[in-house]
């Protein structure tokens, strides 16, 4: 069967939610895979005979006692039968769902149709893991069955094409230099082939030029970092039982660059492949000169070994010259085979003093954890538990750092909690909130650009909100709008934040370019919501959703609200070179609704 390529709205949704959050994790090397028959069914389930009651646990036990079965359910495209669940909404939140395939067992989540876990078969628990875990362990999983069937990838996530829905994952994969469209489930270890694909002659030669660079990345190995002059540090390096991997070693070493040494650590199996490599530490400001002392404690209380590296780091000043020599912690968060560094984390534990030993460091990180975590805390408790966190995080040193990758919400919520749709967009609330406190304390003296801070504000959030909530109609909505809205006006407050202080030291090019850019991204947008007004839907030849009325009297109300408030926004910041940073907001929040 021939099927011409496909990108549906999923590949959105998973980019978008790639690029907001920022996580700073390290993913983990590919692994094989445990063999298909090594995976044992537990039962399986009768469509004619369900026990719902069960199926309920175990979802609960997975995602939440608040989750209920609401329903039967289906998917476009599939005969299987379905299973719906979701708790009760929050006011002004949508619930987030989860789909049970009746069939397979397998768990999806509702909006996006990521599959998350598999309640019938031994296999990874997905759902708990930020996007870059994800990411690594749907590839550990997936890369290997592609192979075996004989198939090529240019990366996997090159090759991802969309989530089905039903628990297959789509792919566009290569066979003697052809292409062709695959579906993987992950948990079955099914791979279903659809048959070759279609292409016109443009997308033909991107193929060809592709397919010189097809195969799979070779496996790091120690052996072929000694080969590029990695050094090893023999007396920080050790072998331990690292959670998940058995006993692994831990390797610390350097490379050399201009004479200096550059330190970097791995985690490394019995037969020298390389698992994973630790991220760096204070990356912009500090270089590590050398360790003081390595150690394996668990710093979050979920019961594995975090990685606690303390050593020396210099400063530099504007002639390449070392300013200062500091001791400084860090602690590595481990996460599904790979690990977390938080920024604000690590400066709690160095500013408190606490830094100069493994047992005060452990002592410190101990502190904190308790100002989080209530011991035995209900889930009607974490909502605390988050404001707790997000007081920790929301400091001066974060308005100073100025952007998102400091706070690192979703990788901070998975390290202290199980992370949810819910939970990501009721802290980005909280740190927006603090922003805009700052806000205004740092226009109280001057009260033109209190009112005009505030207008920019306004407008901002006004106009991304339309924004997403064009993307939400057109995607058909979903509880990972709410998300994506909340790091989006999130954003927007960090910006006027940086606008009311004069932080644009960084901002390239000029107001007139960024203003032009606008007129032109609004001007294409417009258009397309015209045509879909047009024809009271989104047509195309790979995706098609028709409007109800209240969707499509909603599309001419956001049409309208749009264009006076982009209007209103060029008005505002023409003649301020200062606005640049907030006009290029809104044109990247454009760019990414047109692409």
Known sequence: MNRRIRIGIFIFIFCITFSLMGCSTNNASKEE????ENITTNEDISTSDLDLDKYT???????????EYRGKDSVKGSSDEFLLFYADSVEGLDSLTY?????TGTVTDGTSGMPLCNILVVSPNLNNLDIDSYKASVEKIVSPLIIDKGYTINGLFDAFLGFIGDGNIEYQVYKNDVPYVIQVEPFMQEVTEFGEVVTDVSDSEN???NSNQLGQDEEQ????????GFTIIEEQSFWVDMNSWGKVRFVSGYFMNNKTPELHFYIVSSNLVVLATLPDSYPNTHELESVQAVSFKDMNGDGEKDIIITGN????????????VTTKASVYFYSWESFIQLPWYNDLLNDSGNNTSIAAIVKEGDKILQQIQTPNATSKEEENEIDRLASLICNGKLLDAGDLGYADLSASLVVFFNSSTYSEVYITSLVGD???EDTVRTVSGDKALKVKSEKFDSLLVDIIGDVISYNYIESGGGTIWSFISSYAVLDAKFTVNKYVKGITLNDQGNLRSSLSSLSTNWSELRDEIQIVIKDKGFKSDDYSVDLTEDELEEMV???????????????????????KILVDVVNDKLEISMN
């Open 57 to 67: 646990k175990s979802i609960q036990d997975i995602f939440g006692e608040n989750i």
């Open 313 to 324: 780091y210099n400063t530099w000043d504007a002639t390449n010259t070392v300013a200062s």
């Open 99 to 103: 789909k049970l395939n009746v069939r």
């Open 434 to 436: 603090y922003l805009a």
């Open 207 to 209: 193929a060809e030029e």
């Open 557 to 579: 109300d956001l049409r309208l609200r749009l264009d006076n408030n982009i209007k209103s926004l060029t008005k505002l910041a023409a003649n301020d070179e200062k606005a």
């Open 33 to 36: 895979s445990p063999a298909k």
């Open 221 to 228: 190995t120690l052996e072929g970092l000694l080969d590029d």
